[in-house]
């Protein structure tokens, strides 16, 4: 392979696995937003829901892209409920660290379920358009790839039109600004808290399609996932809803120009290198706000 269609190719990649880490940000941002705590399950759960795009499919023939809207719902459900049946009452005592632990403890039990359900064993959604390919500028697009990054691309637009222009959404914002002021004003926190459970499991659902369309994945790539949205998350800036995508897309590019130059073993070291260096140099990110 050439250089520059190596190069190129390297950037494809880069960007299609930030789109995956971006959303997976995206909805730690949201989370973290309203309840002030660090959701490092996020990256389980897409894991969990990509096996679900996985048993519908091997199970029932369901196109992965149509079994994207019950899977969606799936997630909208589960955030609600992991919300008021677990994080409600250490939402409103504020209890971070606990609610840090309550996360652990579901991303622990979520890997061991699903090792039980589905085996340790890698799985991937196959379809027959998966191998349809188009050659541009030397490099091999998948049908599968370039829907994924549509598909990337247009649930952050749509979520960015939600958060702006309803009710709901306008009220996530206000809440992850200032949750007293917002309280004071009659909008329910435990209602705002569920709707953003709701909406960065719902980007997760997203995520988990695009996963298995795309890439194999097995019980403990969720851990990667979360600590890869979390880098994401801060290289973009926390607060910052486009921030974490823009880092997400960041870090892919970065992971995959590592991978290309210095070996994938490298890769990961430099990801984590960048993660250091933006805490020390810039803590609130590149499009975060300084703490007052």
């Known amino acids: 392979m050439e250089a520059h269609t190596a190069i190129l ?13 971006g959303l997976a940000a995206i909805g730690l941002n949201l989370i973290f937003g309203t309840m002030r705590i660090v959701f490092i399950a996020q990256g ?51 209890d971070r660290i606990g ?14 379920f699903m090792m039980i359900a589905w085996t340790p064993n890698p799985r991937a959604v196959v379809t027959s358009y998966g191998f349809f390919a188009i050659e541009l ?8 790839r370039m829907l994924a990054l549509a598909l990337g691309v247009v649930s952050v637009l749509l979520l960015a039109l939600f958060l702006k222009r309803t009710f709901l959404g306008m009220a996530v914002r206000a809440a992850s600004e200032d949750v007293e002021a917002c ?7 435990h209602r705002v808290n569920a709707v953003s ?19 194999s994945f097995d019980p403990m790539y969720g851990l990667d996932v979360a600590i890869k949205a979390l880098i994401a998350l801060t290289l973009g800036g926390i607060g910052s809803f ?4 823009i880092g997400g897309v960041l870090l892919g590019l970065i992971e995959s120009s590592g991978a290309y130059l210095v070996g994938t073993g490298w890769a990961q070291g430099i990801c984590f290198a960048v993660f250091l260096l933006t805490l020390i140099l810039k803590p609130q ?6 703490a007052s």
């Open 9 to 21: 190719q390297f950037i494809v990649d880069g960007i299609l696995y930030g789109i995956m880490y």
């Open 99 to 112: 609610s840090l632990l309550l996360a652990v403890g579901i991303m622990f039990f979520m890997e061991n």
């Open 197 to 215: 459970f709701a909406i960065g499991l719902g980007v997760a659902a997203v995520a988990g399609v695009n996963i298995a369309v795309t890439y």
């Open 242 to 245: 486009y921030g974490g995508f």
């Open 44 to 94: 389980t759960l897409i894991v969990f829901l990509a096996y679900l795009c996985f048993w519908l499919f091997s199970l029932y023939g369901v196109d992965p892209y149509l079994s994207l809207i019950p899977i969606i719902l799936a997630g909208f459900l589960l955030g609600i409920g992991l919300y008021h049946g677990i994080f409600k009452e250490s939402a409103l005592l504020k």
């Open 183 to 189: 309280t004071l004003m009659g909008i329910n926190p």
């Open 285 to 290: 990110g590149l499009f975060g706000e300084k």
């Open 137 to 144: 500028f030397g490099i091999k697009l998948t049908l599968t």
